[in-house]
């Protein structure tokens, strides 16, 4: 799934706040904690995956703009497509 500047700007935003989250949890891994280093570890990926996978209201209006000018601004180039 291509992404724009934006998406690529909200996905960096989230991974500036998962990895303190993860860096936390590779702590209490090595510290022998392995309940909390495995719960933080998954919170910072679960943060990430959310902002990657999950669709918001915010999100639809612009994926049914991309869908339109997908289907309108169709051409038949045969060397478009390689």
Avoid: C, N, Q
């Avoid at 919170?43 to 209201?57: H, K, Q, S, W």
């Avoid at 915010?58 to 991309?66: G, I, L, R, Y």
């Amino acid at each position: 799934m291509a992404g724009g500047i934006l998406d690529t700007i909200g996905l960096l935003t989230v991974v500036v706040f998962a990895v303190p989250v993860a860096l936390f949890g590779a702590e209490h891994l090595l510290r022998g904690e392995f309940v909390a280093g495995v719960g933080f570890l998954g919170i910072a990926a679960g943060m990430v995956a959310v902002e990657r996978y999950l669709v918001t209201p915010t999100d639809v209006p612009a994926m049914a703009a991309e869908k339109t000018v997908g289907a309108v601004a169709k051409t038949d180039d045969p060397d478009e497509d390689e």
